[in-house]
């Protein structure tokens, strides 16, 4: 991984760099800051360019024997310590059974979720842990003696999911550190790491993204994209690449539940002000719609989800301050007309009310009964 296919964060490369330049490079770090910032692929390439053989001023060469083998996550200097699932039937697992997984993820996608490695390993998006057999493991490798680079570097994923005694263990290792031993940790939560583990690294706090950046890391991925649409994708993505990754991924889901939105939400203010045009039998067709089988209760769980998002939106649109909103723009168009109906006197009611029909679809609620009774609770909260 080289810094330069890492989205932005230009001080943090700078910082990292320097460390190099002036030989000092603290012996445990701590990468955090939110997910999808690149925290993980600055970690790689900040190994990288410190066992790299011809290092340039701003990034590693890529084409020495340390770089390829680093290219492929394949150098013998290098481990990976991340949260794994334990296969069932299996007596215990450790993270070198997952490596071959974990390293097609990151060579594939260079961003992805903690639920999307989940997945990949698992099948299904169970939480994963680093179990306290790992520790050993972690022990084993650092005793060997260094191959070919002048640095053993070990990366630890995600250390608020060590096992207590395995953060322990780390512990100790971080108290006596082995020479020539660097370890960068990288953490989504590091309010969730124990604090003796915290004190003894040097905390790097990764930002968020620029909207620019985003926008501009989406055009050159994704051929077709209009400029629009990436910067409307990269706003509301909130400095994530992950998110805006995402969003683009079910940006079709989007545009429905746009218009499912505003839809419900003009029929049950014109049923609410008895508008002659609008009746309660239009609203009911309406809550057959959403509520049919082939929809699904997932879908429909999206679509509460997104209307609560909506609420929100639109309550904080009538404060005035673009900063803080987060709509493409057909969201904030129809902001203009719609959010003078959400106030102080409904907006809680209204996000409490779609959170309860989510969580009734969760709970396998006959749907036709949940979003009919939601509709009736709309028209009320409304008129408010
Ligand atoms: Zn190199």
């Not at 306290?132 to 022990?139: K, Q």
């Not at 002048?150 to 207590?164: F, S, T």
């Not at 129809?334 to 029909?357: C, D, T, Y």
């Given at each position: 991984m080289l810094f330069s296919q890492i989205i932005g964060q230009q001080e943090v490369k700078d910082r990292f760099?320097?460390?190099?330049?002036?030989?000092?490079?603290?012996?445990?770090?701590?990468?955090?800051?939110?997910?999808?910032?690149?925290?993980?692929?600055?970690?790689?390439?900040?190994?990288?360019?410190?066992?790299?053989?011809?290092?340039?001023?701003?990034?590693?060469?890529?084409?020495?024997?340390?770089?390829?083998?680093?290219?492929k996550l394949a150098h013998p200097d290098l481990h990976f310590v991340f949260p794994i699932i334990k296969p069932a039937g299996k007596q215990s697992a450790v993270c070198d059974d997952f490596m071959g997984d974990f390293r097609k993820l990151v060579q594939e996608k260079t961003y992805f979720s903690v639920d999307e490695w989940y997945s990949r390993i698992s099948g299904d998006a169970k939480q994963g842990m680093i179990y306290t057999n790992e520790s050993e493991e972690i022990v084993r490798k650092l005793s060997m003696k260094t191959y070919e680079a002048e640095y053993k570097v070990m990366i630890v994923w995600l250390p608020e999911k060590l096992h207590e005694s395995a953060a322990?263990?780390?512990?100790?290792?971080?108290?006596?550190?082995?020479?020539?031993?660097?370890?960068?940790?990288?953490?989504?939560?590091?309010?969730?790491?124990?604090?003796?583990?915290?004190?003894?690294?040097?905390?790097?706090?990764v930002p968020g993204l620029a909207d620019a950046e985003i926008k501009q890391a989406l055009l050159d991925r994704h051929d077709g994209l209009t400029e629009a649409e990436a910067a409307d994708v990269a706003r509301i993505a909130g400095g994530s690449y992950l998110r805006a990754e995402m969003l683009l991924e079910d940006g079709n889901e989007s545009r429905v539940n746009f218009d499912r939105f505003v839809t419900i939400m003009r029929l049950a203010w014109q049923v609410g002000n008895r508008k002659d045009h609008a009746s309660l039998k239009t609203l009911r067709k309406w809550a057959d719609d959403i509520a049919a089988s082939s929809v699904g209760r997932e879908r429909q769980k999206k679509f509460l989800q997104y209307a609560q998002r909506m609420v929100r939106e639109n309550f904080i649109y009538n404060l005035h301050q673009a900063d803080l909103n987060y709509m493409t723009s057909y969201e904030s168009d129809f902001s203009v007309r719609f959010s003078p109906f959400i106030?102080?006197?409904?907006?809680?009611?209204?996000?409490?009310?779609?959170?309860?029909?989510?969580?009734?679809?969760?709970?396998?609620v006959n749907a036709k009964m949940v979003f009919f009774d939601l509709v009736l609770k709309i028209i009320m909260l409304l008129k408010k």
């Amino acid at each position: 991984m080289l810094f330069s296919q890492i989205i932005g964060q230009q001080e943090v490369k700078d910082r990292f760099i320097r460390s190099v330049s002036e030989g000092r490079i603290p012996h445990a770090q701590l990468l955090s800051g939110p997910e999808g910032v690149g925290k993980l692929p600055l970690a790689i390439a900040y190994a990288q360019y410190i066992c790299c053989e011809h290092r340039g001023a701003r990034d590693a060469c890529g084409v020495c024997p340390s770089c390829l083998k680093y290219n492929k996550l394949a150098h013998p200097d290098l481990h990976f310590v991340f949260p794994i699932i334990k296969p069932a039937g299996k007596q215990s697992a450790v993270c070198d059974d997952f490596m071959g997984d974990f390293r097609k993820l990151v060579q594939e996608k260079t961003y992805f979720s903690v639920d999307e490695w989940y997945s990949r390993i698992s099948g299904d998006a169970k939480q994963g842990m680093i179990y306290t057999n790992e520790s050993e493991e972690i022990v084993r490798k650092l005793s060997m003696k260094t191959y070919e680079a002048e640095y053993k570097v070990m990366i630890v994923w995600l250390p608020e999911k060590l096992h207590e005694s395995a953060a322990n263990k780390l512990l100790k290792i971080l108290e006596e550190p082995y020479e020539k031993t660097l370890f960068l940790l990288v953490s989504n939560a590091p309010d969730a790491i124990i604090t003796t583990i915290l004190s003894r690294t040097q905390r790097i706090q990764v930002p968020g993204l620029a909207d620019a950046e985003i926008k501009q890391a989406l055009l050159d991925r994704h051929d077709g994209l209009t400029e629009a649409e990436a910067a409307d994708v990269a706003r509301i993505a909130g400095g994530s690449y992950l998110r805006a990754e995402m969003l683009l991924e079910d940006g079709n889901e989007s545009r429905v539940n746009f218009d499912r939105f505003v839809t419900i939400m003009r029929l049950a203010w014109q049923v609410g002000n008895r508008k002659d045009h609008a009746s309660l039998k239009t609203l009911r067709k309406w809550a057959d719609d959403i509520a049919a089988s082939s929809v699904g209760r997932e879908r429909q769980k999206k679509f509460l989800q997104y209307a609560q998002r909506m609420v929100r939106e639109n309550f904080i649109y009538n404060l005035h301050q673009a900063d803080l909103n987060y709509m493409t723009s057909y969201e904030s168009d129809f902001s203009v007309r719609f959010s003078p109906f959400i106030n102080e006197r409904n907006v809680e009611q209204l996000v409490a009310e779609l959170a309860l029909a989510e969580r009734h679809i969760e709970q396998n609620v006959n749907a036709k009964m949940v979003f009919f009774d939601l509709v009736l609770k709309i028209i009320m909260l409304l008129k408010k």
